[in-house]
């Protein structure tokens, strides 16, 4: 998944469905470029553990919209 500080593709694109799918469960007014942000920080952090699991990267995703819905930071 990681090599040399590098994603490949598989993980890129899991990545990216979990950055997405907590991304549109957000409302609109919290769809900010720092709660993107967030919530991709959240992702690849999970990801540079080797975690593949499509499910625990939406998880990790979606936990972090939560955190910013409910103000925690």
């Known amino acids: ?12 694109t899991l990545m990216r469905a979990a ?3 907590a991304w549109i469960a957000l409302p609109s007014d919290q ?3 720092e709660t ?7 992702v690849v952090m999970l990801a540079t553990q ?3 699991d499509p499910v625990e ?3 990790v995703g979606l936990a972090e919209r939560t955190r910013i819905s409910l103000g925690v930071h």
């Open 1 to 12: 998944m990681v090599a040399h500080g590098v994603f490949d593709s598989e993980a890129l």
């Open 50 to 52: 080797w975690e593949r």
């Open 31 to 33: 769809q900010t470029p």
């Open 19 to 21: 950055l997405d799918q």
């Open 57 to 59: 990267l939406g998880a």
């Open 36 to 42: 993107r942000e967030r919530i991709a920080q959240a």
